[in-house]
């Protein structure tokens, strides 16, 4: 098996540990035995086990990222933006991709430094959610209601939150509810999206003053 191969294996292999047996299970031995290969080479390819969850962590987050890149670059409305979360929602279920995120934060509080690298790896996702929130509120007149970033951190909160509790009791539903009400809500402020851009609270612009007169104009002279 060539260098490349035998890592992108044992990435592959520590993804599917973490989903089907959890962090306390994903020793050298197990992903090895996973990857079908001597488990000498977590060590040679990565260093130690921590470091070869955190390759697989930050593998799921980039197929994630890719596979949603274009589905968010489509989003022009609240409505769409609802949708295109619920389907990065429905997806994450889908993969065990929440599994994995679950099983490294919880893993993250025995090991020390952890718990930093997988924040880090969840920094991307905050930026690609405000930048998502920019474009779709920028030309909107609620986007002056609350700044972007603050928004974009509530919606990766919130998305985490209802995937580990989806993941845990394995209830959709009510999850699938909360954006069919989210949905309802963004439709309403898109449909009055073009009345309340026109009805902004701003002051209408004051006419200048007029100029100040100007010195009198001296005398016609009398024609000779």
Do not use: K
């Not at 409505?79 to 099983?103: C, H, K, Q, W």
């Amino acid at each position: 098996m060539a260098v490349r191969d035998t890592r992108a294996a044992l990435i592959d292999a520590a993804i599917a540990t973490l989903r089907e047996s959890g962090f306390a299970a994903a020793s050298a031995r197990r992903i090895a035995a996973e990857a079908e290969c001597n488990q000498a080479l977590v060590f040679y390819h990565f260093g130690s086990v921590p470091d070869l969850l955190m390759a697989a962590l930050e593998e799921v987050s980039r197929r994630r990222m890719a596979a949603y890149r274009e589905l968010l670059d489509r989003t022009g409305t609240l409505g769409e933006l609802i949708d295109a979360a619920r389907t990065v929602f429905e997806a994450d279920l889908d993969s065990g991709n929440v599994t994995v995120l679950a099983e490294m934060i919880s893993g993250s509080h025995s090991v020390p430094g952890l718990g930093e690298r997988v924040s880090a790896c969840l920094a991307p996702w905050r930026s690609f959610a405000e930048t998502a929130v920019r474009d779709v509120l920028g030309s909107s007149p609620f986007g002056s209601l609350a700044p972007a970033g603050e928004i974009a951190h509530g919606v990766v909160a919130g998305l985490l939150g209802l995937e580990m509790l989806a993941g845990l009791d394995g209830d959709r539903a009510s999850a699938l509810a909360l954006f069919d009400r989210a949905r309802a809500v963004a439709d309403a402020l898109d449909r009055i999206r073009p009345l309340a851009g026109l009805l902004t609270l701003s002051p209408p612009a004051r006419p200048a003053p007029p100029a100040p007169p100007g010195p009198p104009a001296p005398p016609a002279r009398p024609e000779a």
